[in-house]
């Protein structure tokens, strides 16, 4: 979305402006986030302040197929609003609340009446007030609403629109739009007083001794843009399995659920064909198509089963270039900011390299034979583009002929062809061998070309210009040369680097230039333009630090990949167990937290399902569901002390490992006739 600097309308008259509102925002600026308390189940959304009350402020409301229905909702009893208390997500999609009322009858400084409130994502909204009064008490309860009916992108640039005007509607309120949508918001038990012009619901609350008094509060869009999965029920469980974790660190069990209620919370359907659904890149700024990062993340929950893998991929299939042209086989996709030293990049040839390789991968862990042999010419389709896509100099660019051939891409580009090779063997098809060669030739011109020297053991580069010249900044994307992606027999595929320079890599990957202590830098603090709240140029994000994690483990190196793992748990314990995609690369130090950054996307796809891929590369498992094996290769320190993961999918059925103190792991349970490999 393209925030605007217009300057936001204010509120209507008789009502006041909301607090803490600040006006519109700059252009590119978004609205911060990081405190929010954000509901999630698509396409219901709702964000909320931590002391509970909708002021219209910001991104607060409540949202439908990124239509806000509800801006205001503010409680008073008495007379006063409640001194809030607490704010917390018990689940992805609902948030509780806490405060307190004093009322005249208080005589001591103890408040006797405590406000609890539950806010969930589809507007459904309970307010309890719980008596501590040793008599009967009558209060005055009043609920001011109000709402714009404004779009998601406009609430964001600072720019919603007025608050409309509403009219008595049943047992509450209702809001029309000039474009025919609406809103209504009804109560139960049915008001005493409702007066439309102040957008107000009133009641007479009496509490005996002790007693409470509850509200319930629901809000309905009416006529609105709907989306193509509303109505048809929530997708979840029957896409991701119920995995658990459990063991000597109690965080681990706290930390999966919290990544597989997000996911299932971020699922939506696709928009032509409503049977499958993908994860929206993050919330709130990212629920559109299906993009590259909700491929990477059905990669990395693949233990929790196939499904989500198939159609995902099926829905990027959907939007792969046919025909004879130059774009042939290549899946569109939006352009993404590359940090200050590149220019953007294309996030449709990174979900068209990802494609093949995370089929075969689907594969290994027990895709079934017809969603493979559907999704098969798809991913051929991927790799005749990337046949066809290298420059002058035998690398893949994304940028045009004038732009550098990144790093990070050639990384993707030698991983599809590897694991294409395997897919192609697999199902019978030519080429296997071809690829392979392909593959041998990228990694000597790699290897050759794409490594700085220097007199502590080099470094790989950023990016290579048309004219050979390397750009030598150091960043998390490097984390990606070590992502090979799994083969036969559940091992490591063969990488981009060789033995010396994995080694150096991982050395500087865990230096105290790149390791935060709470994840990897997005770039090193040595590099120009370091800025820890840098998207690409300074922040830790999770993605790339789980990833850095797999493959540092799988090239031997546990005690640097042990590192890491521990740093993303102790952030993900500041943040609630629900990891934002991106928080602040500042140096940790003793009593620190994790730093937020402001407009991070939480829940967002990567960072939810990075975890699943966390804790399975602690147990180490490695699945070949068509050659009947899963071999284990735990971190041997085990850094997190013993550690149990169940309800895990191999082979279709279910899964579950454990890890012992002495870093031994062993099978609990597995389909039938599925063997332990080495």
């Not at 519109?24 to 931590?50: F, K, M, Y």
Request: proline residues 9%; neutral net charge.
């Amino acid at each position: 979305m393209a925030p605007s600097s217009a300057q936001a309308p204010g509120p209507p008259a008789g009502h006041p402006p909301p607090a803490g509102a600040t006006g519109a925002n700059r252009p590119g600026e978004l609205p911060a986030v990081h405190d929010a308390l954000i509901g999630v189940a698509l396409p219901a959304l709702a964000v909320s302040a931590r002391h509970a009350q909708l002021t219209g402020a910001g991104l607060e409301g409540v949202y439908l197929s990124g239509r806000r229905l509800l801006s205001r909702c503010v409680l008073r009893v008495a007379g006063r609003e409640p001194v809030p208390l607490q704010g917390r997500s018990t689940t992805a999609d609902r948030a509780d609340f806490l405060g307190v009322v004093r009322t005249p009858g208080d005589a001591g400084p103890d408040p006797g009446l405590t406000v609890e409130r539950s806010r969930e994502a589809d507007g459904t909204e309970r307010i309890t007030l719980r008596s501590s009064f040793p008599r009967a008490v009558r209060l005055p309860v009043e609920i001011a609403l109000g709402t714009d009916l404004a779009d998601l992108g406009a609430v964001a640039a600072g720019r919603p629109g007025p608050e409309l005007s509403a009219s008595v509607h049943g047992t509450g309120l209702r809001w029309t739009g000039t474009d025919g949508s609406a809103a209504s918001v009804t109560a139960d038990p049915p008001p005493d007083d409702a007066l439309a012009a102040a957008g107000l619901l009133r009641w007479e609350a009496e509490l005996a001794p002790g007693g409470t008094f509850t509200l319930t509060l629901r809000v309905r869009g009416e006529r609105a843009a709907r989306h193509p999965g509303a109505g048809a029920g929530r997708p979840g469980g029957h896409v991701l399995a119920d995995a658990a974790a459990e063991g000597d660190d109690p965080r681990l069990g706290e930390l999966l659920a919290a990544s597989i209620d997000d996911l299932r919370a971020l699922l939506q359907r696709d928009p032509a064909h409503p049977a499958d659904v993908h994860l929206a890149a993050g919330v709130p700024w990212r629920c559109g198509p299906v993009t590259a990062e909700a491929l990477w993340a059905a990669r990395m929950a693949l233990p929790l089963g196939t499904r989500l893998a198939v159609t995902t991929l099926r829905a990027l299939a959907r939007t792969q270039l046919r025909g004879t042209g130059d774009g042939s086989g290549r899946i569109p996709g939006p352009l993404r900011d590359a940090g200050p030293h590149l220019p953007p990049r294309c996030t449709g040839v990174e979900a068209t390299l990802a494609f093949p390789a995370v089929l075969a991968e689907a594969r290994r862990w027990g895709l079934p034979e017809q969603d493979l042999t559907e999704l098969l010419p798809a991913a051929e389709r991927c790799l005749e583009w990337l046949r066809g896509a290298l420059d002058t100099h035998g690398f893949v660019q994304e940028s045009g002929p004038a732009g550098p051939a990144r790093a990070e891409t050639q990384a993707h580009a030698h991983r599809a062809a590897v694991l294409g090779a395997d897919l192609l063997d697999a199902c019978g098809r030519p080429g296997g061998e071809a690829w392979r060669e392909w593959a041998r030739a990228l990694r000597d011109r790699f290897r050759d070309r794409f490594w700085l020297d220097d007199p502590h053991g080099g470094r790989p580069a950023l990016a290579r210009t048309p004219d050979g010249r390397l750009l030598p900044y150091l960043g998390g994307w490097a984390a990606h040369l070590l992502d090979t992606g799994l083969t036969a027999g559940g091992a490591a595929a063969p990488g981009l680097l060789d033995k010396s320079q994995t080694e150096r890599l991982a050395r500087l990957l865990t230096s105290p230039a790149m390791d935060s202590g709470w994840g990897l830098r997005g770039l090193g603090t040595k590099e120009p333009g370091y800025n820890p709240f840098g998207h690409r140029s300074g922040a830790v994000r999770v993605h790339e630090t789980s990833v850095a994690v797999a493959g540092l483990a799988a090239a031997g190196y546990e005690a640097e990949a042990a590192a890491l793992l521990r740093g993303v748990v102790d952030a993900a314990t500041a943040f609630d167990h629900r990891l934002p995609e991106m928080y602040a690369g500042e140096r940790r130090t003793s009593g620190s937290l994790p730093a937020p950054h402001p407009a991070a996307c939480r829940p967002a796809a990567v960072a939810a399902a990075a975890p699943v891929h966390l804790l399975t590369v602690l147990i180490g498992v490695r699945p070949d569901a068509p050659g009947r094996t899963v071999a284990l290769h735990p971190l041997r320190s085990a850094p997190l002390g013993e550690v149990r993961l169940s309800g895990l999918r191999v082979a279709g059925e279910p899964f579950a490992a454990r890890v012992g103190r002495l870093g031994l792991g062993m099978v609990e349970e597995a389909a039938p006739g599925l063997q332990l490999g080495v």
